[in-house]
């Protein structure tokens, strides 16, 4: 399965492919680094927070209130 996202920081989109039934345990609520320990760290950063590790590292304030933009194609 082909997930895409963007960084809310930069707008950079981002694509990855994972299993599909890793990705649903992910989104169930199993810890993502259990869910899809073959995503780089910084790709499952990505995916938690909506920001690539250059936003992230740039930015310190609250991201608890992202909403989520992730494509499923």
Excluded at 32 to 46: G, H, M, N, V
Aim: hydrophobic share 35%; proline share 4%.
């Amino acid at each position: 399965m082909k997930i895409r996202t963007k960084c809310v920081g930069c707008d950079i989109h981002f694509q990855f492919v994972v299993n599909g039934d890793d990705w649903r345990a992910w989104k169930r609520g199993r810890p993502i680094q259990d869910s899809l320990p073959y995503l780089t760290a910084e790709q499952r950063e990505l995916l938690l927070s909506c920001r690539c590790l250059e936003c992230f590292e740039l930015d310190e304030n609250d991201f608890s209130e992202i909403p989520e933009f992730f494509e499923k194609f």
